[in-house]
């Protein structure tokens, strides 16, 4: 079987959402079925690129120039889709890329078993709102995104503490408490494939948050080290700008994330 790290630098390398969802999909299997046949695979060493390969579409934009349309039309509701396939795609690169960027750090195989599983889930939620985009007439790419959203891997590619703190326990944390208004809307306008998508979405990306805030622990742990300042400093660090109130508080707790991490980062006083 080829070494876990490499499996994930070739999804990096796919530059095609369908196709990488597909060898994510195929990885995490292969990946799966070796661990429950009882083995322990290698995990191995990589290179993995600093950016991943991405198709020609969408244009990526700075933050402030993505057109902003309003949720209360069908091309709104749209957009909101494409925007959020355009974070599942980034969370699928994400999730592999702590798997291949860090492979050298002597961790439990269950840390590579929890972002095999993350990568594999985020491929679904890619997908599953691919589908939705073309049941409107639209696709992947039809519209400008965001072109920050690899910004806190490239900050953090030499910092793993660095790198749990910002991606699932910041960025991913953050969809916890937005999620459930973009379900409203969508259930207000009678849109049940979009709401059955993003209800597995929102179910799922609570494990994702926990994984990050497990692992975060554990490293904290090793190193005799204070989690809640520890967070706190590498968030100060990597993030830039302060945490946006409202919290969903039930989640995040579920998730293993206490008010006590965030709230101080907030822009609430």
């Excluded at 999909?25 to 950016?51: E, M, T």
């Excluded at 957009?79 to 690169?93: C, P, S, T």
């Excluded at 993003?198 to 490293?219: P, Q, R, T």
Aim: aromatic share 8%; with cysteine.
């Amino acid at each position: 079987m080829t070494p876990l790290a490499q499996m994930a630098t070739e999804v990096l390398n796919t530059a095609d959402g369908r196709a990488k969802t597909a060898l994510s999909h195929a990885h995490a299997a292969a990946w799966r079925a070796a661990r429950a046949g009882g083995a322990q695979p290698s995990v191995g060493a990589a290179q993995p690129p600093l950016h991943p390969a991405r198709p020609e579409n969408p244009r990526l934009l700075p933050p402030r120039d993505v057109p902003r349309r309003k949720p209360s039309t069908l091309d709104g509701r749209i957009a909101m889709l494409h925007a959020v396939a355009h974070i599942e795609l980034n969370a699928v690169d994400l999730h592999w890329d702590i798997i291949a960027r860090f492979s050298q750090v002597p961790m439990p195989i269950g840390f590579f078993d929890d972002w095999v599983k993350a990568a594999d889930e985020e491929s679904k939620h890619f997908n599953l709102l691919c589908d939705c985009l073309e049941t409107h007439g639209s696709y992947y790419g039809a519209l400008p995104a965001h072109a920050g959203m690899w910004q806190a891997a490239e900050e953090t590619k030499d910092d793993f503490m660095g790198r749990l703190a910002v991606v699932p326990m910041v960025l991913e944390a953050r969809g916890l408490d937005v999620t459930p208004s973009m379900i409203d809307i969508f259930r207000k306008a009678g849109d049940s494939q979009v709401v059955a998508a993003l209800e597995i979405i929102y179910a799922e990306e609570v494990h994702h948050v926990a994984y990050g805030s497990k692992w975060f622990h554990f490293l904290c742990g090793r190193h005799d080290l204070d989690p809640v300042v520890a967070f706190q400093d590498l968030v100060r660090r990597y993030f830039h700008g302060r945490l946006k109130p409202p919290f969903n508080e039930e989640k995040r707790a579920e998730a293993g994330l206490p008010p006590d991490f965030y709230w101080p980062l907030s822009e609430a006083r």
